[in-house]
C-alpha cells in the first residue's frame, strides 16, 4: 500500500531562518505531488504542484520555492523565513497514471511551522 | 470549480448513523464530489468521491442525486473518532489550469457523542 511521509512533525524557527521540509512517497510510481499550507482557522492554500522529476508548478509567488529531485521525494524551501510563513503545511501525492485525473489526493501528517 | 454548501456543524449520537448533507448546485458536467475530513492537528484524510451514481466504500457511503446538485455522506456507525471537520468538494476531473487543486471551503464540524 502506498504511505507518505513529512518531517519534522513540528518546527519553530526564528524570522530570516532557512526551511527545508521534506516529503516521501513510498508504494507508488510517478505520483503527482502537492504542498499545501493552512493558516489557523482557514482553508488550504495549494503552493506547489509536480507531475515528475525537476517538473514544479507555483500557485501563488511566495517566499518559498519546492523541488523534486526523485521521483518520490518532495521539498518545500526557502532562504529567509518571514513571521508570515507560520502554519501547517502537508504534502499530498495522488496516482499520476492520467494527470490530474479523478483519483484523489492523500495527504500526509503535516509540519506545523512557527516563525519567531 | 463548483463551490459547496455544507452546515457549519453537526451533532451525532455514536452507534448511529451521521448524515452529511452538501450542496452543489452549480456541479458541472465533468466534476466530481470528493469528501475528506479532518481531525484536529492532522492532515486531511480522503473518505470517497463519486461522479453521479451512489458509492460505497469501507468508510461511508456517498449518496449523489439524481440532478447532482446535491450528496449525502453516511457514516453508517458513527465512532468517537469520527469527531472531525468534514469537507465536501467538487473538481473536474482531468487536465485544468486549476492544476487538479482540491479548494476545502470551511466544512462541517461533526461532534460525535457518546
Known amino acids: 500500500s502506498q504511505t507518505i511521509h513529512q518531517w519534522p512533525a513540528t518546527l519553530v524557527q526564528p524570522v530570516g531562518s532557512p526551511l527545508s521540509l521534506e516529503c516521501t512517497v513510498e508504494g507508488t510510481s510517478n505520483p503527482n505531488l502537492y504542498w499545501y499550507r493552512q493558516a489557523a482557522g482557514r482553508g488550504l492554500q495549494l503552493l506547489f504542484y509536480?507531475?515528475?522529476?525537476?517538473?514544479i508548478s507555483s500557485e501563488v509567488p511566495q517566499n518559498l520555492s519546492a523541488s523534486r529531485p526523485q521521483d518520490r521525494q518532495f521539498i518545500l524551501s526557502s532562504k529567509k523565513l518571514l513571521l508570515s510563513d507560520s502554519g501547517f503545511y502537508l504534502c499530498?501525492?495522488?496516482?499520476?497514471?492520467?494527470?490530474?485525473?479523478?483519483?484523489?489526493?492523500?495527504f500526509g501528517d503535516g509540519t506545523r511551522l512557527s516563525i519567531l | 470549480d463548483a463551490k459547496t454548501t455544507q452546515p457549519p456543524s453537526m451533532d451525532c449520537a455514536e452507534g448511529r448513523a451521521a448524515n452529511l448533507p452538501c450542496n452543489h448546485s452549480t456541479i458541472s458536467g465533468n466534476e466530481y464530489v470528493y469528501w475528506y475530513r479532518q481531525i484536529h492537528s492532522q492532515g486531511p484524510q480522503y473518505i470517497i468521491h463519486?461522479?453521479?451514481n451512489n458509492e460505497t466504500n469501507e468508510m461511508a457511503s456517498l449518496i449523489i442525486t439524481e440532478d447532482r446538485k446535491s450528496s449525502t455522506l453516511i457514516l453508517p456507525h458513527a465512532t468517537l473518532r469520527d469527531t472531525a471537520v468534514y469537507y465536501c468538494?467538487?473538481?473536474?476531473?482531468?487536465?485544468?489550469?486549476?492544476?487538479?487543486?482540491?479548494?476545502f471551503g470551511a466544512g462541517t464540524q461533526v461532534v460525535v457523542t457518546p
Open positions: 499530498a501525492w495522488s496516482s499520476g497514471t492520467n494527470t490530474f485525473s479523478n483519483q484523489p489526493q492523500h
Open positions: 509536480s507531475v515528475g522529476i525537476g517538473q
Open positions: 463519486g461522479l453521479k
Open positions: 468538494i467538487v473538481r473536474v476531473a482531468g487536465v485544468t489550469d486549476s492544476w487538479g487543486k482540491l479548494q
